[in-house]
């Protein structure tokens, strides 16, 4: 089945390719650094810087006479992306995410969310992330021991729920590069995200 999945991505990319190829660059002609109100008609779209998460550069777009937001990778259901994160940080960037006035949340991967269930599952999982990376660091374990003991597999049979697919899903891409992460981050090393430091 997997084997098959890659083909059929590959088969993907093939179509695509000459495509890509006439793609060029284009500069972006606005940005911003916390917030950026833009108005078309009687729509008002915010979007919103609230911290580091998932990504140094995570922005969320709120429409609040409509109560709507869309988080983009912030939040991704059914299983999140932890990979370059800034994970104790996260964990108040959705606080602030909690408290928009949305009644509806547009995750990066995943069906609408009426509720913040997910959300402050999410929160529970990087709090034991953090938490116990950071005692393996206390307790002076390596870079390996703390692999071997972070496992988190409370945290993946909540979320996989028994599937095979998203428990990889959890170990490759949350697990695997968040306690590496994690633990360089507690132990102070400098932030090398895609080569910047």
């Known amino acids: 089945r997997r084997r098959r999945r890659a083909s059929e991505i590959a088969d993907l990319y093939a179509l695509a390719i000459p495509e890509f190829e006439t793609l060029r660059p284009v500069p972006p002609t606005l940005t911003f650094d916390e917030s950026l109100v833009l108005n078309r008609g009687d729509r008002v779209i915010e979007i919103r810087w609230l911290g580091r998460g998932n990504t140094r550069g995570d922005a969320v777009v709120l429409l609040p006479k409509e109560r709507l937001a869309a988080t983009g990778d912030l939040m991704v259901y059914p299983i999140p992306f932890g990979i370059g994160s800034y994970y104790q940080e996260w964990i108040e960037t959705l606080a602030r995410v909690d408290s928009l006035g949305a009644d509806v949340l547009f995750f990066g991967h995943g069906p609408p969310q009426r509720d913040r269930a997910f959300l402050h599952e999410v929160q529970g999982l990087l709090r034991a992330l953090v938490e116990e990376v950071e005692t393996a660091v206390q307790d002076g374990a390596t870079l390996e021991e ?8 409370g945290w993946k049979e909540r979320l996989a729920k028994g599937d095979e697919e998203r428990g990889r899903a959890f170990d490759g891409y949350f697990v695997q590069p968040a306690v590496e992460r994690a633990w360089r981050q507690a132990r102070g090393e400098p932030d090398r995200v895609q080569g910047v430091e």
Do not use: H
């Open 146 to 153: 703390t692999q071997a003991r972070v496992t988190l597999s």
